[in-house]
């Protein structure tokens, strides 16, 4: 038999109920399957900066005054000296070097559920950093390996996080005339 309403799980029936139960027409309990979601508003904190700027086409990383190390992401503080450590620019560009290829999509925001399976998630070594930054490579999962060339490119498109206003890609060696 057919339901007619398609989110129902069950229809819960009391054990037994007294004469003298007051409650006894209300303990039949239909219970019902309701998606919830949600929107909230969260702050990037102290790495806003790093996403304000990728709005300009600009990759930002910091470095540590202490021990020189450059951190891309970003981190505020320097985990070896606990010093503050300061904005720099970078190029851009990087090397592969490792990546997975991803044929499920986690579908955790509406950026990540518009791509196309199987993309590529790649952890790129940043020219002038120390840390590997994980992020997407817009590339074919067959041209993709460790030591490939990548540079930073940047999304005209809206995006829900500013996150997704970068991604990866290939490297394209000039062709000699
Ligand atoms: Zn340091």
Known sequence: MTEK??????????????????WAQFRQ????????TQSYKY???KVSRFF???????FLA???DGCAKVFAPPRPLCPSCLAVADWVELSGQGVVKTYSVLHFSPGSNDDV??????????????????????H????????????LRVRVAYSDEP??????????????????Q
């Open 159 to 176: 995006v829900h996080h500013p996150i997704h206003l970068m991604y990866f890609v290939p490297v394209v060696e000039r062709q000699r």
């Open 113 to 134: 559920r518009a791509l196309q399976t199987p993309y590529v998630l790649a952890y790129v070594l940043l020219d002038g950093a120390d840390t590997l930054f994980p």
């Open 52 to 58: 304000m700027e990728l709005e300009n086409g600009r």
């Open 29 to 36: 309990v239909e219970r019902v399957a309701m998606a919830l």
């Open 136 to 147: 997407l490579l817009k590339a074919p999962p067959d041209q993709v390996h460790s030591g």
């Open 5 to 22: 309403v398609r989110s129902k799980i069950d229809i819960h029936l009391p054990e037994s109920t007294s004469a003298d139960d007051d």
């Open 43 to 45: 702050s990037l904190g």
């Open 62 to 64: 910091t470095r540590c």
